[in-house]
């Protein structure tokens, strides 16, 4: 379970989806917990558009806009089949392709060189499907996450809790990242350490013309939650409380987060922005 650092609550358009199978008390503690509605059934006067529940072992976001207006009608136990028919998005514990499975990973590649090799702990403030995070982590770097969206910390928090129960994992006697849920520009204020590096992965605005290898998950967090208005502020509380480097990952297009870095690693249509303390 995610930390709580603060009262913020989920508020438009999920809703927590519990198909009758199986303990229903998980399903209406999360509704509980992010102020959501809890369904039973699908209908037409359903206004939301997302829907957490589990399935397959984990805790997934299912996106029913895809579903049809006549699935999500008047017939409602075909609306669940319909929506049940779609996988869902969790937050995948094993490696991206082309990384290494063993622990701790090869220090190598951009974001390697990015967080640099003399770098010990790392606060991610912008988890997000914490792809990223769980790279820094299986290379080895101490890490905190942070996340500011109840939604997806839930989905972490449930993916780090898988993580936690593999095999190597367990005999590694290793430990999960620690997730804070909160507000980062706040809560890196009050770390109780300065971290070597902080990392930032702040949501873009897209380019005029939307990109068709865009990735679902990428898509639906955007939908879901919008663009990170406040990336200025959120550099400079990084800047404040980092105590070597600020490492920001942007799409190629977008002009540097905090002026001219330090360093700069290019990746496949991203670059790793260094910002150096010093």
């Known amino acids: 379970m995610a930390e709580q650092t603060s009262s913020q609550q989920y508020v438009g358009k999920l809703a927590v989806f519990y198909s009758g199978q199986g303990d229903s008390l998980p399903f209406q503690q999360l509704a509980e917990r992010l102020a959501v509605p809890l369904h039973q059934s699908l209908s037409s006067d359903s206004a939301e558009e997302f829907f957490l529940t589990w399935r397959d072992g984990c805790l997934k976001l299912l996106d029913c806009r895809a579903c049809s207006r006549q699935a999500r009608g008047i017939h409602t136990i075909h609306g669940d089949k319909e929506l049940l028919k779609k996988g869902g998005l969790a937050v995948d514990i094993e490696p991206r392709n082309g990384e290494q499975r063993s622990w701790p990973a090869p220090k190598d590649g951009a974001l390697a060189q990015a967080l640099g090799r003399k770098t010990r702990t790392v606060v991610d403030a912008t988890t997000g499907w914490g792809q ?65 590096c902080i990392y930032l992965d702040p949501m873009f605005p897209p380019k005029r013309k939307k990109s068709a290898l865009a990735k679902k998950s990428m898509m639906v967090l955007r ?54 303390k010093g």
């Open 132 to 196: 990223d995070s769980l790279h820094i982590f299986r290379m080895g770097y101490e890490l905190i996450c942070i996340e500011r969206s109840p939604v997806m910390a839930e989905l972490l928090a449930d993916g780090f809790n898988r993580l936690a129960q593999l095999d190597w994992m367990q005999r590694l006697n290793l430990e999960s990242p620690r997730l804070l849920q909160g507000n980062a520009i706040e809560l890196l204020a009050d770390l109780e350490s300065r971290p070597d």
């Open 223 to 276: 939908d879901l939650l919008g663009d990170d208005q406040d990336k200025e502020q959120l550099f400079e509380a990084a800047l404040q409380a980092a105590g070597k480097r600020v490492v920001v990952k942007s799409p190629d297009y977008a002009e540097p987060l905090g002026g001219k870095p330090s360093q700069s690693f290019q990746g496949k249509l991203l670059r790793y922005d260094v910002y150096l």
